[in-house]
């Protein structure tokens, strides 16, 4: 394997953290001080708190800071891809901003990198203090993907992860708007290699990852990836017409041979009512597909950015 050497780029997206920005940089910055040459990118995810200008004072005092903001909240994995549409690294390493995944790991990424491995990917070890909720939800998530995907990703899989150029540039060819970065990532190969890591705690302030942006996630995951849930209605639609045909020969056996009455009421409610529920389903099911496909289509751009360290400002403090 050839070994490599050149400039790493760190992209962090970070939504409204402000309080873990400086001390996130001033770690990474001594973490990184022995490497040469380095940037960190940090993509402001539409913060509405002071991020912008914290990030616009660090990107003056330091050259190695750049920064992107978007014009408004996109999410996290809009925030990494446009991290890796605009990092200029040979290998590019993306960790969130609130130090939950360790800077101390960094340097052994970049050996395996130099090691000629590709793909460097983390996995979050078990960690106790994480509620049940997260855990169980977690779980359940990659469990559900593993089953109707042909992805192999593992439990607490993260998206911590070193990449190499040549990764960067295949995923940056992605033109689907609803990109599952942790699917693409194992979709597309190349040498890779996995690290465990243990998490820390938050740093500051709270997690932005509500209930919902992970139900979000979670369909985005699934759907990105299969259509085998498609094919449940068909299935389904097979394993009725049999249950009805079978039923339909008794009934018509009782009343062309038996003296018995076939009853009639209950029996039609309680079918109508599942047959209802399930067509229902798969409507639903047919239905986020085809909103998908209505996204898709319509081809708008997956992110806007809304000010860079790039462009030179003059106003410097900027109010929610
Ligand atoms: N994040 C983001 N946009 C969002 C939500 C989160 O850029 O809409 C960032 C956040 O700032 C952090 C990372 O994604 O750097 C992980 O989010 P968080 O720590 O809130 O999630 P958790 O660790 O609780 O799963
Ligand atoms: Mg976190």
């Known amino acids: 394997m050839k070994s490599h050497q050149g400039m790493i780029s760190l992209i962090v997206p970070a939504f409204n953290e402000e309080e873990n920005l400086p001390v996130l940089v001033h770690r990474l910055m001594a973490i990184m001080q022995p490497f040469g040459n380095y940037e960190i990118l940090i993509i402001d995810d539409g913060s509405t708190d002071q991020s912008r200008y914290v990030l616009r004072q660090l990107s003056v005092a330091y050259p190695v800071v750049r920064f992107l903001s978007f014009s408004r909240n996109f999410g996290h994995q809009m925030a990494l891809r446009a991290g890796y549409d605009n990092a200029r690294g040979d290998a590019v390493i993306c960790l969130d901003a609130d130090l939950q995944h360790p800077p101390e790991l960094i340097p ?6 130099r090691d000629g ?17 997260k855990r169980t939800t977690s779980k359940t998530f990659y469990s559900l993907l593993r089953s109707v995907s042909n992805l192999d990703i593992e439990d607490g899989a993260a998206d911590f992860r070193l990449l190499d150029r040549k990764v960067v540039d295949t995923i940056n060819q992605f033109k689907e708007n609803d990109l599952f970065l942790r699917g693409a990532i194992s979709w597309v190969g190349f040498r890779q290699c996995r690290m ?15 209930f919902q942006k992970m139900l979000k996630l979670a369909a985005m995951g699934i759907t990105s990836f299969s259509t085998r849930p498609l094919y449940l209605s068909v299935l389904l639609g097979f394993c009725m017409s049999l249950f009805a045909t079978l039923f339909g020969a008794e009934v018509l056996y009782e009343y062309f041979f038996t003296n018995a009455t076939v009853s009639g009421w209950t029996t039609l409610v309680v ?27 319509k081809g708008r751009p997956a992110y806007i950015i809304g000010d860079t360290s790039e462009i030179e400002e003059t106003v410097t403090t900027w109010q929610a």
């Open 196 to 210: 465990l890591y243990k998490p820390a705690a938050r740093y500051a302030g709270h997690s932005k990852y509500s």
């Open 108 to 113: 052994t990424l970049i050996q395996k990198w």
């Open 271 to 297: 079918l109508m009512a599942l047959i209802g529920g399930v067509q229902f389903i798969m409507i639903g099911i047919i239905g986020v597909y085809l909103g998908k496909t209505f996204v898709e289509v």
């Open 117 to 133: 491995f590709e793909v460097v990917y983390t996995i979050r070890q078990a960690d106790p203090s994480l509620s049940w909720f």
